[in-house]
C-alpha cells in the first residue's frame, strides 16, 4: 500500500483546512486509516482514524470537535477536515495505514505516507 498525504499549507488561526490521504496498491477495504501529526521537537502523537469497514471514528482529546475524518470510497481516499485551526496544531501531518482496530499508536500501523506540513500563524 502507498500513501500520499497532501493538502498541507499555512493558515492563519481560526481558519480550516482539509487534508487528503490517497492510496495506491493494494485495497483499502481492511484498513484502519489513521492521522498523527509531528511538531519539531516532539514525539509522534495520535489525531484521529477511521476505519475503513464501519467508518468508526475516534479523535486525539485536543482535536476533538474540531476535526473530522471521513472517507470516499470510490476515491479510495481518506480526508482530514480541520476547522477552528489553532497554532498548536502546527506539524507535519501523517497519515497511515494498519489492519488494527481502534488504534491509537504509532506502531499500529505498517504503511505511512510522506507527511504534509501544516502551519498556524498566530
Known amino acids: 500500500v502507498q500513501l500520499q498525504a497532501f493538502g498541507g499549507g499555512l493558515v492563519q488561526t481560526g481558519d480550516s483546512l482539509s487534508l487528503s490521504c490517497a492510496a495506491s496498491?493494494?485495497?483499502?477495504?481492511?484498513?484502519?486509516i489513521g492521522w498523527f501529526r509531528q511538531a519539531p521537537g516532539k514525539e509522534r502523537e495520535f489525531v484521529g482514524y477511521?476505519?475503513?469497514?464501519?467508518?468508526?471514528?475516534q479523535y486525539g482529546d485536543y482535536v476533538k470537535g474540531r476535526f473530522t475524518i471521513f472517507r470516499d470510497n470510490a476515491k479510495n481516499t481518506v480526508y482530514l477536515q480541520m476547522n477552528n485551526l489553532k497554532p498548536e496544531d502546527t506539524a507535519v501531518y501523517y497519515c497511515?495505514?494498519?489492519?488494527?482496530?481502534?488504534?491509537?499508536?504509532?506502531?499500529?500501523?505498517?504503511?505511512w505516507g510522506q507527511g504534509t506540513q501544516v502551519t498556524v500563524s498566530s
Open positions: 477511521i476505519t475503513w469497514t464501519t467508518t468508526t471514528t
Open positions: 496498491g493494494r485495497t483499502f477495504s481492511s484498513y484502519t
Open positions: 497511515a495505514a494498519g489492519t488494527r482496530y481502534y488504534a491509537t499508536w504509532a506502531s499500529a500501523y505498517d504503511y
